[in-house]
């Protein structure tokens, strides 16, 4: 089975910077998508930024226009578990969130042409200004 766990986030000033992770175990290589969502208590879940892997190639990146530019996602292997790391740069107060990783799965919420099925228990991310 598919276990995600995040790490990383905690506070920060509005111009600074926060890095998450996620340890992604249980991945099944013929999926293709990761990603990273947030979410505010009382609104929807958004898309923050996700890799699709390609049959050759470097993967494709996709940022939310929100963070595009500031945000950068990135992944790597070891030991048949995936890392997939967060880096958030120029942070803004709107960037407060509960952060969660994701991954691909069959019956997942779509977005950008990937179903998310697999989620992390979410780690949060304050930015005062």
């Known amino acids: 089975r598919v276990h995600l766990m995040e790490s990383g986030g905690g506070s920060a000033q509005a111009g600074g910077s926060l890095g998450l992770s996620c340890v992604v175990s249980g991945y099944q290589y013929n999926r293709i998508c990761l990603g990273w969502f947030r979410q505010v208590p009382g609104k929807e879940r958004e898309g923050v930024a996700l890799?699709?892997?390609?049959?050759?190639?470097?993967?494709?990146?996709?940022?939310a226009p929100l963070v595009a530019g500031r945000f950068t996602i990135s992944h790597s292997q070891d030991n048949g578990n995936i890392t997939l790391a967060l880096q958030m740069n120029n942070l803004k107060p709107d960037d407060t969130a509960m952060y969660y990783c994701?991954?691909?799965?069959?019956?997942?919420?779509?977005?950008?042409?990937?179903?998310?099925?697999?989620w992390g228990q979410g780690t949060q991310v304050a930015v005062s200004s």
């Open positions: 890799i699709r892997a390609r049959p050759t190639g470097d993967p494709t990146l996709y940022y």
């Open positions: 994701a991954s691909e799965g069959d019956g997942g919420s779509w977005w950008h042409g990937c179903p998310f099925a697999y």
